[in-house]
């Protein structure tokens, strides 16, 4: 066994607590499906933390223990719940009217989740347009309602007796919004959360509150939130993990696993067509056209970055791709969606693959909100400050260094996390190379 860990990781005693803005139907159907997971009533699917093995060394050596047992992370029965949203639903009320989970399985978690209710918002109706709740705080500047997350967050440190916080954004997708001049510097952030400035997101002054706690911070939507010189300056300074944007469920997930082997196997694409109904209350958020451009600039990113049409002109150049969603009420959280895609092979000769992929969002999401909390707890246990590019396995825009450019292949983004969990480890990287089978 390798003698020592490159990073010294700090053992997962005590409780740790996850504070979520967003109590809807991603944030719901994660507490829920932890606490029946607790209780025998369901497994983890599609969740890493609590399911994958880690190869170790040779593939004779026979080493492949799960991940939860090469690196100490939190117990699913030390985990702990609050959040905000502007309802005040509690989590059993919201996931009722999510209508995710059986009514059946619900009632068997009543209790845990009529307990969580949602604390006072910070919301802003110019940031999220298509829905509006009583749940808010009202008083003073920014500055005053980060002070105000700030003291909640304290509260909640105390009342739930946890050792450890993680925050993670599980509200609603925000209006697009570039960096401005406010989100330069920490101290230009700090004087615009004090004069109001309409740039500063709510997201963002969660983010502000949970970075000046010393509590790490995940970005589920693709908001810009933490992805600004000065929030990441004071996750950097602070010593506090943070990753996002986005989560990376449905067609994007899939347009990752397949992206990768078209390319792989030199075919060409001329186009992609994506479409989506859903019917669910982060559809009729994104029916604003401020919001749905949010998520468009994540959804389109991918392909470019995957396929590097400038390496490759004959083969992507002329790729058209499009996204588009649609508000559907009768589908609910059923996502459904359609991806027609236009390759070209030998001589160019065309081809059409058809994607319909019958999903269900928040059940996708839900194992990824769990590996991400356990994660980001890790890190912060072992010192990692800053972006957690590692991460970049859940996410459709992976947040990255200044200057590089994301990585959004889900198998290198697989390799990239085993690796850094090696690596904290002190265990050797896997490369794949594999010639000393053969000396
Ligand atoms: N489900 C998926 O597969 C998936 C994938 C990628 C991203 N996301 C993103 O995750 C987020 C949550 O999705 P969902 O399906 O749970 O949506 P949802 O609408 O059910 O839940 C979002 C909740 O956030 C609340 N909210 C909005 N602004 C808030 C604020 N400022 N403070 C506190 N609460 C606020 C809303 O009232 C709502 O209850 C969305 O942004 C969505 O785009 C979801």
Redesign the pocket.
């Known amino acids: 066994m390798p003698a020592k860990d490159n990073v010294q990781i700090a053992p997962a005693e005590g409780k740790l607590g996850i504070l979520i803005?967003?109590?809807?139907?991603?944030?719901t159907t994660f507490i829920a499906g932890v606490e029946a997971i607790k209780r025998g009533l369901g497994l983890p699917v599609g969740s890493l933390t609590q399911l994958a093995t880690i190869r170790l060394g040779k593939r004779t050596d026979a080493r492949s223990p799960m991940i939860k047992d090469f690196v100490p992370l939190a117990g699913l029965d030390d985990l702990v719940f609050g959040g905000?949203?502007?309802?005040e639903d509690t989590a059993y009320e919201?996931a009722v009217n999510?209508r995710v989970l059986e009514p059946s399985l619900l009632s068997q978690l009543q209790e845990p989740l009529s307990a969580i209710r949602p604390m006072k918002?910070?919301?802003d109706p110019e940031y999220?347009r298509r829905?509006n709740?009583p749940n808010v705080k009202t008083k003073g500047t920014k500055m005053d309602k980060a002070q105000a997350l700030i003291d909640d967050i304290e509260q909640f440190r105390e009342s739930s007796g946890a050792s450890r916080l993680v925050m993670i954004w599980?509200?609603?997708?925000e209006v697009f919004h570039r960096p401005a001049a406010v989100h330069q510097t920490l101290a230009t952030f700090e004087a615009g959360l004090c004069k109001n400035d309409p740039e500063i997101a709510?997201s963002q002054i969660y983010a502000y509150a949970a970075l000046k706690s010393g509590v790490p911070f995940a970005n589920?939507?693709p908001n810009l939130t933490t992805d600004t010189p000065a929030l990441l300056d004071l996750a950097k300074d602070r010593n506090i993990p943070i990753c996002g944007k986005?989560?990376k469920?449905?067609q994007t997930f899939m347009k990752t696993l397949l992206a990768p082997g078209f390319k792989a196997r030199m075919l060409g694409i001329n186009g992609w067509f994506s479409t989506n109904i859903l019917g669910?209350?982060?559809g009729e958020?994104l029916e604003d056209p401020g919001s749905f451009k949010t998520?468009e600039e994540t959804k389109l990113s991918v392909l470019d970055q995957i396929l590097q049409p400038k390496l490759y002109p004959d083969l992507y150049a002329n790729l058209y791709h499009a996204v588009r969603i649609n508000y559907y009420p009768p589908r609910g959280d059923s996502k459904e969606g359609w991806d027609n895609i236009d390759i070209f092979g030998w001589l160019g000769y065309p081809m059409q693959i058809k994607i319909d992929f019958l999903c269900r969002?928040?059940i996708?999401?839900a194992p990824l909100v769990l590996d991400l909390v356990l994660f980001l707890d890790l890190a912060q246990r072992s010192g990692m400050r800053g972006i957690q590019e590692w991460l970049s396995f859940y996410f459709k825009a992976p947040m990255t260094a200044p200057g590089l450019y994301p990585e959004h292949d889900v198998f290198i983004q697989l390799m990239k996390l085993k690796n850094t969990l090696r690596w904290m480890r002190n265990e050797e990287l896997i490369t794949h190379l594999g010639l000393e089978y053969y000396d």
């Open positions: 803005p967003g109590i809807g139907a991603v944030s905000w949203d502007i309802y919201s999510a918002a910070v919301f999220i829905i709740g599980c509200g609603s997708t709510p589920g939507a986005d989560f469920t449905g669910n209350r982060d958020v998520k969002d928040s996708l999401a």
